[in-house]
């Protein structure tokens, strides 16, 4: 499925996951990335889900 990207705020700087403010891809399993951007697609059906995204982040 394509969806459109209707925007990309970045997180500077990058934050630690934590509580619920966890990256979209941590509910299937853990990951210690800090979170560096929230990005929110279209989907079809008109909903704009928020996705967290996480990386590593250079020192």
């Known amino acids: 499925m394509r969806s459109p990207i209707l925007s990309i705020h970045p997180c500077v700087p ?4 934590q ?4 990256c979209s891809m941590a509910s299937r399993g853990e990951c ?3 979170l560096v951007a929230e990005v929110r697609p279209e989907f079809s059906d008109g909903t704009t889900p ?3 995204v996480c990386g590593r982040v250079a020192d």
């Open 14 to 17: 990058a934050v630690e996951q």
């Open 19 to 22: 509580g619920d403010v966890i």
């Open 32 to 34: 210690e990335h800090k």
């Open 50 to 52: 928020r996705w967290r």
